[in-house]
DNA sequence: ATCGGGCGATAGAGAAATCCTATCAAAACA
DNA sequence: TGTTTTGATAGGATTTCTCTATCGCCCGAT
């Protein structure tokens, strides 16, 4: 029963038997057969089929959002049950946006000192998808913006607040400056990330409030890419303070406040809102708390 | 798994691997492979067995009580799904108190007038057994006293006060007074529901508590019985007056209030404390929400 | 000490389910 | 119109499940 729940939880994110079929480790005949048996457990259709997946019935919504919650619960009994013999252990799997990345570290190696026996899969992924695998249990935990989309059913930890600054040379454009307007940015050309990921949209949307279009040089979604480009004091980008801090960019560049606005956005930690949580999001959870307090809270 | 973790919820309430398979419909070896299973697939000891059922290990509670939780939600799920189709239908298993047995119509009455899809199983309990039964899922809702026991994780409505009154016949001992006190009380000859009853057992403390030792002439744990023994006026009780009024004792008895202290108990519905609720429960506690109000509340 | 009954584990056979490979039909795409 | 993609179906092998029958153990009674 549990693992017919799993194959729709695949079905629902791959969206496609075949692939739903791989993710489980089945043929896709197999798959199919398993929600087919559901659909006649419950004596309702769940899937609109016409030769090709077309989304879930109403029923199958339902069925759905049940699945992950039973789904999720009875993988936190396994690993609760194994914690109480062998203490936590066992793999946590997290994703964050990439602005975040560089800060990870500062959860995960408190943790692994509590904890050595866990280990970690950390995902570079958007804002969208960190929500979008949170509710398919496909990760444990999330690190994102907490006031921009909609968070659903999670627990959220705020972590810090990002707070934007021009990264330049010195001798660059803008380079000797105490402070720089939002107008003044849109001037300069600049590093970002790429148009999916929400800081690029947050920044441009700061830069064309001005009435100006900015100037985008050169775009990824890698921030080692952005990272390395922007080191060598020939491109400017804009950045959380936090996160230029963390690459030690400011030993070599100048990180300028922005103004008009002063525009600045929460990170925080997601959690799946289940009651009670699995052994490893807790302890992730009340770390996060920890860490929190000593980035001096989500200020 | 699901069936393996119901065996788990069989076994917690019969305590008899034999027994338990007959709850499931399944036999003893079936069951006791299906245990078995579960501790190979956690890798752990669950029950602690010395030639007979000797209860379960620490982790075996963990696992009962994710058990219970997964497959609470898995019938919920069930019952959903079906609802969505044919509308609210199934069977609805109460358990009351026997004082609140009568009152149970009211709730009944309203509920099956908007559902009538629904059937009903309700078994009369002591106040323990109905807390014991919601909590192995054998039982749907609870009618109980919300205040003198420890609820656990249970929603409560309130629906009612228990107020207390000597039924006796107008020309019996005390049957003309407008009021008596507990001390007096103590002197009558009683019939009460038998001690494991907490109606009795509250009664009961009222009375010694006035340092006299009442006279309990008869006893039962059968309202019907305690009903057709008082209405023939020779024998006096103690009960609820709102009790005493549903089965029309009052027509041809006195219902004189007791007082020094005046003590009254509250009585309602009790449901898991699952969210969401399987529909037939949700339902049945937003009706009890409803008859609370024209109850007069709590009060 | 021995017998008898209750309880749960074990063995083995038959039944049922699950899962795979191979194939098919329909729709989508070029 | 041919090709590809997608999900359903058929048939057979394998695994899993569940039953009957029986055993071993503990306990209480004789």
Redesign the pocket.
């Known amino acids: 029963?549990i693992?017919?729940l799993e194959f729709l939880l695949a079905l629902a994110r791959e969206?496609?038997?075949?692939?739903?079929?791989d993710a489980c480790?089945?043929?896709?005949?197999?798959?199919?057969?398993?929600?087919?048996?559901l659909e006649d457990t419950f004596g309702v259709l769940l899937?609109n089929?016409?030769?090709?997946?077309?989304g879930f019935t109403p029923e199958g919504q339902r069925v759905l959002d049940w699945a992950r919650r039973i789904v999720g619960d009875a993988r936190a009994m396994r690993e609760e049950v194994h914690a109480l013999r062998h203490g936590l252990a066992g793999r946590l799997r997290l994703a964050a946006i990439p602005t975040a990345l560089a800060m990870v570290e500062s959860l995960t190696t408190p943790y692994r000192a509590r904890h050595p026996n866990v280990q970690f899969t950390v995902y570079s992924r958007t804002s969208i998808q960190v929500l979008a695998e949170l509710e398919n249990l496909e990760i444990d935990a999330g690190i994102t913006y907490l006031d921009n989309e909609p968070l659903g059913r999670v627990t959220a930890v705020p972590l810090y607040r990002e707070h934007y600054r021009l990264l330049v040379a010195a001798d660059g454009p803008l380079g000797s400056r105490d402070k720089v307007t939002w107008k003044e940015v849109a001037q300069v050309p600049l590093c970002l990330l790429t148009p999916e990921m929400q800081n690029r949209r947050i920044i441009e949307h700061l830069l064309y409030d001005t009435g100006n279009s900015p100037n985008i040089m050169l775009e990824s979604d890698s921030m080692i890419l952005l990272y390395s480009h922007v080191r060598t004091g020939s491109w400017a980008s804009v950045m959380p303070e936090r996160l230029a801090d963390t690459l030690r960019l400011t030993d070599v560049l100048r990180a300028i406040p922005i103004v008009e606005p002063e525009a600045s956005h929460t990170i925080g930690l997601v959690a799946p809102a289940r009651e009670p949580m699995t052994p490893l999001t807790a302890a992730l959870v009340a770390d996060a708390r920890r860490v929190a307090k000593a980035l001096g809270g989500a200020s």
Do not use: C, E, I
């Open positions: 029963m693992d017919k969206k496609h038997f075949g692939r739903a079929a480790n089945v043929t896709q005949p197999t798959l199919s057969a398993g929600v087919k048996q899937v089929r016409g030769s090709r997946f077309q």
